[in-house]
């Protein structure tokens, strides 16, 4: 019996009640440059939130393929149009205005994925 939790969703194990790893992918134009940056952000941001989260980097359209093996997808907000498609089939894709800020980070998970 599963119990009660103030936890979003995502994070509930439906077949044993635990909490599993949040899969993320930070993507941009080539895979190298940008998506990097938003990766290492990503990574010190949710541990900062105590968020287990496994990130990868990739390109678009490697991200767009690839879609379903994650939960979340980042990249700017001038490139989430290409993700219309993975939207349309459920898979949350944020986008990012300043690439560099650790706040804006912060605030579109907690926004986004945490529910604050």
């Given amino acids: 019996m599963l119990q009660k939790t103030t936890k979003p969703m995502w994070l509930i ?3 044993n009640g635990g909490l599993f790893m949040l899969k993320v992918c930070a993507a941009c134009g080539s895979g190298m440059g940008s998506s ?3 990766k290492m952000k990503m990574e010190k941001v949710f541990k900062e939130l105590n968020i287990d989260a496994k990130i990868n980097h990739s390109s678009i359209s490697l991200a767009k ?4 093996e994650y939960d979340v997808i980042f990249c700017s907000q001038y490139l989430i149009n290409n ?3 993975v939207i349309s ?3 949350k894709v944020i986008g990012l205005k300043n690439l560099l800020s650790e706040q804006e980070l912060k605030e579109k998970i907690e926004a986004n994925i945490l529910n604050k």
Avoid: L, R
């Fill in 89 to 91: 089939k459920g898979i």
């Fill in 83 to 85: 993700f219309e498609n």
């Fill in 65 to 68: 393929s690839s879609a379903s």
């Fill in 13 to 15: 194990n439906k077949t």
């Fill in 36 to 38: 990097q940056i938003i």
